[in-house]
């Protein structure tokens, strides 16, 4: 069992940076994955960066390739998300997710735990 515990939401203006936190307990061995998603209202939840544990290799989705960082500190059990040059289209609930996975990562199905969400909101 893997639970995590979100933070870093809020409001800023465009062009402003956040860093999103997600602290993890239970079992991070093996093939273990944790990445961010996001939902914005009306729409489906879509990937945004993830990372795998083993060997830091990370993924991003295309809209947040050079603005969004995803990285981790293995002695905390925590991923982080830099968020850089935020757009308005940026706005949603973000999710901290965690899984055990070889392939997929940006898949969120894949994924068996997901944090309670946390709102970022970017006003123009």
């Known amino acids: 069992q893997v639970q995590l515990v979100e933070s870093g939401g809020g409001l800023v203006q465009a062009g402003d940076s956040l860093r999103l936190s997600c602290a993890a307990s239970g079992r991070t061995s093996g093939n273990y994955v944790m990445g961010w998603f996001r939902q914005a209202p009306g729409k489906e939840r879509e990937s945004v960066a993830t990372i795998r544990w083993s060997d830091r290799r990370t993924y991003y989705a295309e809209s947040v390739l050079g603005r969004f960082t995803i990285s981790r500190d293995n002695a905390k059990n925590t991923v982080y998300l830099e968020m850089r040059s935020l757009k308005p289209e940026d706005t949603a609930v973000y999710y901290c997710?965690?899984?055990?996975?070889?392939?997929?990562?940006?898949?969120?199905?894949?994924?068996?735990?997901w944090g309670q969400g946390t709102q970022v909101t970017v006003s123009s």
């Open positions: 997710a965690a899984g055990f996975m070889f392939l997929g990562l940006m898949v969120p199905d894949n994924y068996n735990y």
